[in-house]
């Protein structure tokens, strides 16, 4: 592990959202920071949705600079689902429970575990991560279709506390980040597949108003979606699915 890749540490009990208070210590900033927060007022999701944040789940950003193309960014969310997975299997022993969901949901049990969200400011990136470690939102919260949210607590009985799995997310995802600056994506995407949710099968790629129905064949050399319909190919670089 590069010693420039291990990040500092702050906790803090209550914060609006670790994402938000990341791109204020970006100014200061002298190495990449985790920020770790007992409790969010204000957490969000992708596409702007609340995050709900009580306390005994798992909130925190990594925050960095690095200068690269928004396609090379983006890359960092299967860094983070394949560091999720080998946190959890660390933590649990059950890795044959955990899948990854394209493009970068952890499910256990088939259900939604954790959310990612990516932001970049200049030459900032904050990857904001929430895990239900202890509680998960009531089906009705979540959109019609979507895969019902669960928690690590009530799927394994194990209570894991946030600290305790920064201890081993933390290191995770700096190996995988190592890995992905000196050999590129092609390991990443080699195992990322290997831990894929519903591939080879039929799923539901849903883009605004318009949804795509086939078999999910692969993701290619780009991080998109491969999706296999009646007419052919097609490779979807943003999407929500649906099983």
């Keep these: 592990m590069c010693a420039d890749l291990i990040p500092a540490r702050l906790e803090l009990t209550t914060v609006d959202s670790t994402n938000a208070e ?3 210590q970006a100014p200061e900033l002298r190495g990449p920071l985790w920020i770790l927060a007992a409790e969010q007022s204000a957490g969000r999701g992708r596409r702007a949705r609340e995050w709900v944040s009580p306390p ?10 690095i200068d690269e193309p928004p396609v090379l960014l983006g890359l960092r969310s299967f860094t983070t689902a394949l560091a999720l997975y080998d946190a959890f299997s660390a933590l649990t022993g059950l890795s044959p429970a955990f899948a990854l969901k394209w493009p970068n949901d952890v499910l256990l049990n088939g259900g939604k575990l954790t959310g990612i969200l ?14 239900n470690l202890i509680g998960a939102p009531p089906p009705a919260r979540v959109e019609p279709g979507a895969v019902p949210p669960v928690s690590l607590l009530g799927e394994t009985g194990l209570r894991i506390t946030p600290a305790h ?10 190996e995988w980040e190592g890995r992905f600056r000196h050999e590129g994506f092609a390991p ?25 129905e086939g078999t999910f064949e692969t993701i290619d050399d780009q991080g998109n979606l491969m999706l296999r319909e009646a007419h052919g190919l097609t490779a979807i670089p943003a999407a929500e699915v649906f099983f």
């Design 188 to 212: 990443l995407r080699k195992a990322w597949l290997a831990r894929a949710a519903r591939l080879g099968e039929r799923i539901i790629a849903r883009t605004g108003t318009l949804s795509r």
């Design 22 to 24: 990341a791109f204020r």
């Design 165 to 174: 799995f920064l201890d081993a997310l933390a290191p995770a995802m700096s």
């Design 118 to 131: 990516l932001e970049a400011q200049g030459p900032c990136l904050v990857i904001g991560i929430g895990v």
């Design 56 to 65: 005994g789940n798992f909130y925190a950003s990594l925050v960095q600079k």
